[in-house]
């Protein structure tokens, strides 16, 4: 991919659109901040692992998946991350399933470098196995949906796409995936566009927004805007209980180019917040805080 195709040329014409170049500044600002905390001096494993707990426990709220009890879903989730709660213990529980693929998916990009994005088919086909392959026929799992199959998940932005328009947006995504490994792209702007095509499209029977979550937070690593995987974007959705993203998915629904500005716009600050959320997790590393 060259720096002159029209998807990359899209990408540059989304940067003209008010506020969302400054928009973009202040994210990498935010970022390159993080970057630099004392706390990540020969700790960023350590502060990445952690920011993938806390990214799938708010991903896991974003899909509904809050398990009741006293202790909360980070909780949960870093006692599974870290083998103290078996992956069964409640596998009876259907919001128990949802949240432990979720964990899944999250803790899986760790492993998803530039050489994986190139096969963008698989990481996507990858992500929804982990999220999914306790809540779906193994004929479902990882492949996208068929002419006939429906899918009932985010129906506030209206009917899921048929067959023909899913592969052509599923198309979209996976040329945007690609071209993060060639640098010539807009990281922020990939991540976001990536992430609302894939829950717009919804080319999955189930499951498609914990993947969308897990592509944005990928994509974000690799592209180099926050190298360190320490930021967590998932928390920078989920403020406010997820209003401001489900509203904003529904202004980039409508195709209209106000409605992608709104996007954009909510991805540029979720990324501030999750840059912030992750100075939280570096100073918790720093003084020897996490639980």
Do not use: K
Not at 117 to 133: C, E, F, I, K
Not at 255 to 263: A, I, N, P, Q, T
Not at 268 to 288: M, P, W
Request: a neutral charge.
């Amino acid at each position: 991919m060259t720096s002159t195709t029209p998807t990359t040329q899209a990408l540059a014409q989304l940067l003209e659109l008010p506020g969302v170049a400054e928009g973009v500044d202040a994210a990498r600002d935010a970022c390159t901040q993080l970057r630099w905390h004392e706390g990540l001096r020969r700790r960023i494993p350590e502060a990445a692992a952690e920011s993938r707990v806390r990214g799938a426990a708010a991903s896991a709220l974003l899909e509904g998946a809050e398990p009741a009890g006293s202790q909360g879903s980070v909780g949960l989730v870093r006692d599974l991350a870290r083998g103290a709660l078996p992956w069964d213990a409640r596998a009876h529980d259907p919001v128990w399933r949802v949240l432990t693929g979720t964990v899944r998916a999250t803790m899986a990009t760790e492993h998803l470098g530039a050489s994986y994005l190139r096969s963008p088919a698989q990481v996507t086909a990858a992500l929804h196995t982990a999220a999914t392959s306790e809540l779906l026929p193994v004929s479902q799992v990882g492949r996208p949906r068929l002419a006939g199959q429906d899918c009932r998940e985010w129906t506030d932005l209206g009917p899921a796409p048929d067959a023909q328009e899913l592969r052509a947006r599923l198309a979209l995504v996976h040329e945007l995936i690609a071209a993060v490994s060639s640098g010539r792209a807009p990281t922020l702007l990939v991540a976001a566009v990536v992430h609302a095509e894939m829950i717009v499209a919804r080319p999955f029977v189930l499951g498609n927004g914990v993947v969308a979550r897990a592509l944005e937070r990928t994509v974000l690593r690799v592209g180099g805007l926050e190298p360190t995987g320490v930021a967590v974007p998932e928390v920078g959705h989920a403020d406010r209980a997820g209003t401001d993203y489900r509203g904003a998915l529904g202004a980039y629904a409508t195709g209209e180019r106000e409605g992608v500005r709104l996007w954009l716009l909510h991805c540029a600050e979720a990324v501030q917040r999750a840059a912030a959320e992750g100075v939280l997790v570096a100073d918790a590393v720093r003084a020897g805080r996490l639980s």
